[in-house]
């Protein structure tokens, strides 16, 4: 993982781009937590040569597991990041396109990164925080905490 | 709807959760309007349980229909806000993810959130306004304005 | 294609929109170079009436093309601009979508605009560079540089 740090005003942006095989979640989640960035928007294109997404289940109140195998362009990548027990925690959804331009998509779970991702982290607050939803069974983004 | 404001010089940043069962466009506008944010892009991911996508039809100049029932990934929410007649106005498009990963995507006309929607409103500008375009019918954003 | 730059303290933001069956890589390209902006976040809404999108083989190491004929719904177009040989170059990706909310997507090689794309370019930083990756045979953004 190669990352730029960059000022603009009281406000930081991260270029990060994992290397080849990396695991994208993990890199962000990394590079976020190097640079102690805690509330940002998240961005980016590239490829994957295999990823698992998911899908909420509301009734098992679980993640269903989507597997993609064989290389994919990244058409979409976009989310955002939030501390939750005091680490900083990206939630990414990805739009994932084969060779004939079908697309496949969800919960991004894990990409294995090839041959690179291009994700531009943009800080928009000190922090934000999760909390658990009793509903959902999920922790979610809460901005008034 | 939950929203915090926050400055990044003179730019401000909305992140705005609307409720569950709140409808996603409303809750985008009603946030632009109460911090008076009349030019900015959006994005966002999270969750519809139902949503009415829109396809222009050149000829018939109007938005056809598509009904989406049951629970989605809200895979990409991405577009912006400009001035017309007064209030702020969404533009937004959604992709939207089903169980097995197969997307729907168009012009997001109303998507009902469950069990979250994370929006991030990022002011670009004092203010972009819209103008009508006789070609198509339809009034769209004029930055020379 | 009507241009705004704005600044936000030490950053600036291009909203661009091109003309009516402008060709949209071309046009994002063109209004990087002419104001100068070396590294930017790119996202879009909008329509196409067609477009090229494509498919990186990784045996042949070069884009397969899919070709979009037909009025599209621009769903997301997302992707930077970093600088190679000298000029700002747009690096996107397009989900596109059709009259029944079906998508197709890939890496943006050409869109032509109707009736509008909104285009936010967003500089991050005073320049990033590509490089030569000799295993994809790709120019790729490079941002230790």
């Not at 990394?30 to 961005?43: F, K, N, R």
């Not at 501390?83 to 779970?109: F, K």
């Not at 041959?115 to 531009?120: G, K, M």
């Amino acid at each position: 993982m190669r990352t730029r740090e960059l000022r603009s005003g009281d406000r930081r942006v991260l270029v990060v781009v994992p290397d080849k095989r990396e695991e994208a979640v993990a890199a962000c989640a990394a590079a976020a937590g190097e640079h102690g960035i805690a509330a940002a928007q998240v961005t980016a294109v590239g490829g994957f040569e295999s990823a698992v997404l998911g899908y909420f289940d509301r009734v098992r109140r679980e993640y269903e597991r989507i597997p993609v195998d064989g290389q994919v362009e990244v058409l979409s990548l976009l989310g955002d990041i939030a501390v939750h027990d005091g680490h900083p925690e990206p939630h990414l959804h990805a739009v994932l396109g084969r060779r004939d331009g079908a697309t496949v998509g969800g919960h991004l779970l894990s990409g294995t990164v090839w041959p690179t991702l291009e994700l531009i982290v943009t800080e928009v607050a000190p922090e934000l925080t999760k909390r658990w939803d009793p509903e959902s069974g999920l922790v979610l983004m809460d901005p008034s905490a």
